[in-house]
């Protein structure tokens, strides 16, 4: 994983409440077995509409995204956080994720900030004309007019962000605690394990 | 005295490995089911890193997204070449991928293929107090029987199959209730869409939900399936129904189920598993049953739910300014205007389907309602797609096959068909589709196409008349219909 310490750039004002990851990538990019080339599937059903903000050539290549309440609901599919990094884009900051997709874009380093809609609409505005930058090592989002947001993240999720960490890598680690908590289940609940069909 | 506990925190202490300082948790799982969609790139990780499998016993792949649901095999019992050449390589990577890594395939012919989310259950493969995970977000299904099952993303696919944990830390707890009795005509289906309404699809979020009260207890275990499937479309990652007789009655002698000693033993610590008196939870909401009609999805979202005796409603009268907005996108995108009468919303196709609806007491429901009647002129595709091949076989053991047939539906192969439209199933662009799936996004069921979610009976009632109906119409008593 690719560490990400501060990201400045511009960033596209999205705003939109609700998206759910079908409309990030439509079910029939999820074809793939590779992980890469989503970007041209991403918000499909959005950019047949004349003006969207991702055929805005002012926002080509933004590595922020501004999004609405509850983003990322509905579908697991990982490939919603493949397509946005495809797209480039390294943070998504909105009021609210969903529970999997912000866990998925974590597993893929992008960074999701939380701040509430107060913060968010004042950078829908910047956004419009002006760069934003966000600073992981000091959890704030800032504009170049003086503005400053300071998010919460989770600790171990900051630390690995920042550090690129391979998650499996640190969980065989705990190799010799998961074999004990094996044999402790089998002698507890042999009954586990499927019975041969 | 220990302090009481809920049935979750039951199931997450035992499955807890390890806990750092900052309170995350390697949480042990029992149980991975694993799809052709969301594993190829999982697998690849593990070659890539030169990782095994950990535990292939407690993991069983079937492919289900991409399948078509029309036959498979020609009469040489040789495979019919799929289409779509997407469709075939994500086929083709599991059927290389699991052999390569000791996972039983239940294949795309085998009489037990079929969803996921059905298989699971119908194998015994699900297991009450178990912790289950599976690349797909209706994993929570699996909690009707009192498994903590939850969806998951490739990465964490991975990483299940390298370690068999995941890293999480614990959620909170949402008790839903719903006290009294259904009324004639209204399904788990209903329930679970009033559920969605009372909490809109973030609701849930953060949350793991148990499902407890009067028509829960007396719920079949199908219709806890309808239930807990849907927890996700509230955003609850989970949602447990707490393990009784009919979960024992229900698993017993399933194939992949203890059996034995193992059977007694596993009964009398599940007979454990249940919320304490007292125990308390972050959030709970009730609902009344009389309350609940037949339900029916208007806009965008699962949240978007009216009685099929209700009207659109107006973007106006959400007090919410984005709402109004995400309602005035909605009703532009589904055509209809404020004020019309869902009854009178014409349809063209019909899908009785998908991991919330394509079981066997579904599908004779439906069947009730169409048994000697047929579908109306204006709807061009009328698909049942049973949820597994043991499905389709009781189904037409019974004579369902018939019925549907009869009345002009398509009787298909098992898989998910139209629910998302991975396979040639769906429902095109600008028509309206009836559906028992559990989605309305936008383009879900094709690019253009309009769901409306509703029940199984209700599906067929539409399917007669050509319109959204209230199946309470067609059906005037409970003797003609089994709902």
């Given amino acids: 994983m690719e560490k990400l310490t501060s990201v400045e750039g511009r960033a596209y004002p999205f705003g939109m409440k609700n998206v759910d990851t079908d409309i990030v990538i439509p079910a029939h990019w999820l074809k793939t077995i590779s992980r890469s080339g989503l970007g041209k599937g991403a918000f499909e059903v959005l950019r047949t509409e004349p003006g969207n903000v991702f055929d805005d050539p002012e926002y080509a290549g933004s590595p922020i995204l501004i999004a609405g309440d509850n983003f990322g609901c509905g579908s697991s599919r990982e490939h919603a956080a493949w397509a946005l990094m495809d797209l480039g884009i390294k943070v998504v900051i909105a009021p609210s994720f969903s529970d999997i997709f912000s866990g998925n874009a974590f597993k893929n380093g992008i960074l999701t900030v939380v701040l509430p809609q107060e913060a968010i609409d004042r950078l829908m505005e910047v956004a419009r004309t002006d760069p ?25 999720r900051k630390q690995c962000l920042l550090g690129g960490l391979d998650e499996i890598g640190l969980t065989l680690a705990s190799g010799a605690a998961i074999d004990g908590y094996e044999a402790k289940a089998a002698r507890e609940r042999p009954w586990v394990v499927p019975a041969i069909a | 005295m220990t302090k009481p506990t809920t049935l979750y925190q039951k199931i997450w202490d035992a499955h807890v490995v ?94 037990e293929q079929g969803i996921v989310h059905v298989i699971g259950p119908e194998q015994g493969f699900t297991l009450p107090g178990t912790t289950m995970v599976c690349g797909d977000s209706h994993t929570s299904s699996h909690g009707a029987l009192g498994s903590l099952a ?74 806890r399936l309808t239930v807990a499937n849907m927890s996700i479309e509230a955003g609850a990652r989970s949602g447990l129904f707490a393990p009784d ?69 107006d973007p106006e009268s959400f007090a919410d300014a984005s709402k109004r907005a995400a309602a005035a996108k909605s009703l532009d995108y589904m055509g209809l205007t404020p004020g019309q009468k869902l009854a009178e919303v ?4 019909i899908f009785i389907g998908s991991c919330t609806n394509s079981r066997i007491e579904d599908l004779r429901a439906a069947a009730s309602v169409l048994k000697g009647r047929h579908i109306a002129p204006g709807v061009k595709q009328a698909l049942v797609v049973p949820g597994s091949g043991l499905v389709k076989r009781q189904a037409e053991a019974e004579g369902l096959d018939g019925i549907f047939k009869a009345a002009g539906f398509e009787w298909r192969e098992p898989g998910c068909s139209a629910c998302l439209s991975m396979n040639p199933d769906r429902v095109p662009a600008g028509e309206r589709c009836a559906s028992t799936s559990n989605r309305n996004f936008m383009g879900r069921q094709g690019p253009g196409a309009r769901t409306h979610l509703v029940s199984p009976v209700m599906a067929a ?14 059906i005037e008593d409970k003797k003609g219909m089994v709902a």
């Fill in chain 2, 245 to 313: 007789e009919k979960t024992f009655a229900y698993l017993q002698g399933r194939p992949m189920a203890p059996k034995g000693a193992d059977w007694d033993a596993a009964v009398a610590y599940w007979k454990t598993l249940k919320t304490d008196e007292g125990a308390v939870f972050d959030k709970s909401i009730t609902i009344d049953a009389a309350t609940i009609a037949p339900n029916v999805t208007w806009g965008t979202s699962p949240e978007d739910v009216v009685a099929i005796t209700g009207v659109v409603p």
């Fill in chain 1, 132 to 156: 934003i930058s966000v600073d992981l090592e000091h959890q704030s989002v800032t504009t170049p007019f003086q503005d400053r947001f300071a998010f919460d993240i989770d600790p171990f």
């Fill in chain 2, 461 to 474: 009632a539409a399917a007669v008349t050509g319109h959204l109906t209230d199946v309470r119409e067609l």
């Fill in chain 2, 150 to 223: 939850f969806g998951i993303g490739t990465s964490e696919v991975e990483h299940v199959l390298a370690t068999q944990t995941l890293q999480l830390k614990p959620s909170k707890t949402l008790e839903v209730r719903v006290e009294g009795e259904l009324g004639f005509g209204v399904t788990p289906k209903d329930v679970a869409l009033a559920i969605c309404g009372a909490l809109g699809t973030a609701g849930g979020t953060g949350y793991v939900i148990e499902y407890r009260g009067s028509v829960f207890e007396t719920m079949s275990i199908e219709g």
């Fill in chain 2, 346 to 349: 014409p349809v063209e196709n």
């Fill in chain 2, 18 to 111: 390890e806990t750092r300082p900052d309170g995350t948790c390697l949480i042990y799982i029992d149980r991975h089911l694993v799809h052709e969609v969301t594993s190829p790139q999982a697998f690849e990780g593990l070659r890539v890193g030169g990782r095994k499998v950990r535990r292939p016993d407690l993991t069983l792949a079937v492919p289900d997204h991409n399948l078509p649901t029309t036959a498979r095999r020609d009469a040489n019992g040789q495979r019919i070449p799929i289409a779509n050449a997407e469709s075939a390589q994500q086929l083709a990577a599991l059927e290389r991928n699991a052999p390569e890594f000791g996972i039983r395939l239940i294949g795309d012919a085998d009489p």
